[in-house]
């Protein structure tokens, strides 16, 4: 860091839908924004196959076109994209300082928008039909087993919404848990319980994916689990896996330095904007609730309005 960095007006962190629509609107607003594409760049819809649910696509598109053309998009209007990942930050003195290695990064203002990962369960077979029978979003991937039997796994309210849902579009449902009993709320245990296309597999575990090659293409046909308490396996036949242990937000490299809820996920204002001023969160990296592509884009529209309003109300400008 041997010469001081140029001051940006903002800085965006991640490349899924909330980073590149903000960063669509602040290079519309001429602020020439800066965005550090992090791990993953494009985010997890780059993990998935067709997208049906993002407005103005009626026949659906792929997730990675998707995110490439809003990474155009964003480009053509003057954002700036580098594939670096930030490793720690300094937000106690102005302008804020973000360290990806060695190399120094200075904005006035900074929207996080880095997501949150899926929890997986790190069998065998996971990763092989990942996104080929193995899924961890009912809503996004659901309407491709209609009329067939699937699975979800976990326990919790996340587990209970994805189960539920599915029953809209599946023949059968089947539920697996470690244990006896749901740690769901009463109210949604209670209402999945009382659904007659659920199945519930308790004190089962799975520990490997099945299935079988199709062409070019893995796909999954069943799972193999474990009755917790016994150690006996058993195969049932399901088209799809669905994950709902739970996401990890991707705020690690924060040290902590703003406001997360008990999980982990940053708290925001009815402004988008964290416990410090001119920091931003939208998308997943805050949301627990909706976690869909088209509410993290609306997130980040409204974080790259506030920022640009942030900078006027500040006097502050690196042009």
């Not at 995110?67 to 594939?83: H, L, R, S």
């Not at 065998?124 to 067939?148: L, M, Q």
């Not at 470690?178 to 199945?199: G, H, V």
């Not at 902590?256 to 997943?284: C, M, R, S, W």
């Amino acid at each position: 860091m041997s010469e001081t960095p140029a001051v940006r007006n903002v800085i965006v962190l991640g490349t899924g839908p909330a980073g590149l629509t903000a960063a669509l609107y602040l290079s519309r607003a001429n602020l020439s924004p800066l965005v550090l594409a992090g791990p993953m760049a494009g985010g997890q819809l780059t993990t998935t196959t067709e997208v049906e649910n993002f407005p103005g696509f009626p026949e659906g598109v792929m997730g990675p076109k998707l995110m490439d053309d809003m990474e155009k998009q964003a480009t053509k209007y003057g954002a700036e994209i580098v594939y670096e990942k930030i490793d720690r930050v300094d937000f106690s003195q102005r302008p804020l300082r973000l360290y990806a290695g060695d190399t120094e990064y200075r904005a006035h203002a900074v929207i996080i928008a880095t997501g949150a990962s899926p929890k997986l369960l790190g069998i065998k077979g996971e990763d092989k039909y990942w996104n080929h029978g193995v899924h961890t979003c009912a809503v996004c991937d659901g309407g491709f087993y209609r009329k067939k039997e699937v699975a979800v796994v976990g326990g919790g309210d996340s587990a209970m919404e994805e189960a539920s849902y599915l029953t809209k579009l599946c023949s059968k449902v089947y539920v697996i848990h470690r244990r006896d009993e749901l740690r769901a709320s009463k109210i949604m245990a209670d209402r999945a319980l009382a659904n007659p296309k659920l199945e519930f597999l308790w004190n089962s575990a799975p520990v490997e994916v099945l299935g079988d090659t199709e062409g070019q293409f893995q796909k999954a046909r069943g799972i193999r689990i474990k009755d917790t308490r016994t150690g006996a396996t058993r195969d049932i036949e399901v088209s799809a896996m669905f994950v709902a242990i739970g996401h990890t937000p991707n705020t690690g490299f924060l040290g902590g330095v703003l406001k997360t809820d008990d999980a982990g996920y940053l708290i925001v204002n009815g402004h988008q904007e964290t416990n410090i001023p001119g920091v931003f969160a939208a998308g997943d990296v805050h949301d627990t609730h909706f976690r869909q592509a088209i509410t993290a884009a609306g997130m980040g529209c409204a974080s790259a309005l506030e920022a640009e309003r942030y900078l006027v109300r500040e006097g502050l400008s690196a042009n």
